[in-house]
């Protein structure tokens, strides 16, 4: 591999894709950000754009201008869009929670559904249909409760799969969530749940096709439970689901170590959870949670968009001053070493 080969052709080679989440308006302000994200990706994930707050804030109130533009965009320059995320708690505007809970009536969430499923039909073709479904802390029988669960019940899930379903056939239909990486029994108890979920629904021939691992990294966590994890992987594609790496960054601990070394802890995080998981042939793709370590969510909010780089988390490939870093270099070579053992 040439030493420019950028990281979609890296990913490429071995056979997988590598893209970024991005907001619409970092993209439009910012030629320097577009130059890196056509060099480095081949998908690329709306941020905030596809959520039901961003898309509908008030009743009716339709807002699909900054997903069409990164749609565009897409289309324009050959890249994919992932489309993230049609339930997720979080990003369900407070209106919508509270008229589901007070009407527990699906027609909201088939009407919601049908404001973008069939809109992008052709662009997107792989949606995370429910988003952060897993909490077996204060879950019920390992399901978070939300508003959805609690109109609905448990089957909230189910429910969700097959209207997106009917609304997008041909896309591809998954489930995104966090914590299955480190040697904890939070984790170890998460990723039981979340098999036994897809166990639930491939037995009643659900449409689901795929798991994301958000792969949010944490370098207070201590060592990933590579053991558990590859295994997690293997039990996931053996129900013949495929799986994506799909919000990789890494937070980090410790900020008043020297940037070297800072940059170092970071890298090596990346490069053991990478070997873990493209060893598993079912994993299709990578995508990091941003490009630049200015516009992660993981800075403090005061000191996003600064350019005192020592003061901000450096959890992404590029540095707030779009300088490559050792983790750009460490999933580079993850790929290629993914492909030597492909
Ligand atoms: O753009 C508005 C701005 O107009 C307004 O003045 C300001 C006031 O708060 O808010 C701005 O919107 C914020 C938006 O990010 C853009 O910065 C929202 O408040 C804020 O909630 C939103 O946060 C996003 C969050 O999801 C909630 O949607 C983060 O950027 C985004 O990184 C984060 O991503 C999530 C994934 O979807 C799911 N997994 C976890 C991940 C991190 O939380």
Redesign the pocket.
Known sequence: MSEAAPLRRAALGAGRYFGA?V?ADQLAGDDRLRAVLLRDCSVITP??HL?W??VEPAPGAWRHGAADDLVAFGKDHGIQVRG??LI?E??TPRWARERLLHDRDWALVDRWFGAVLPRYRDAIRQWDVV??PIDTEHGDGGMRRTSFQRAFGNDYVERALRAAHAQAPAAALYI?D?SFDYANPVDAARRTALLRLIERLKRRDVPIHGIGL?A?LDLAKGALDEAGLGRFLREVAGFGLEIAVT?LDVRESDRRAPLPLRDRRVADAVAAYLGVVLAEPAVKGVIT?GLSDRDS?LQDQDSRNRTDLAGLNRGLPYDALLGRKPMYWTIRQAFAEARAIA
């Open positions: 989440a907001r941020e905030i959520k707050d961003a993230h995320t997720w979080q990003s988003n952060e995104n966090y958000q949010h919000e949670w969510w």
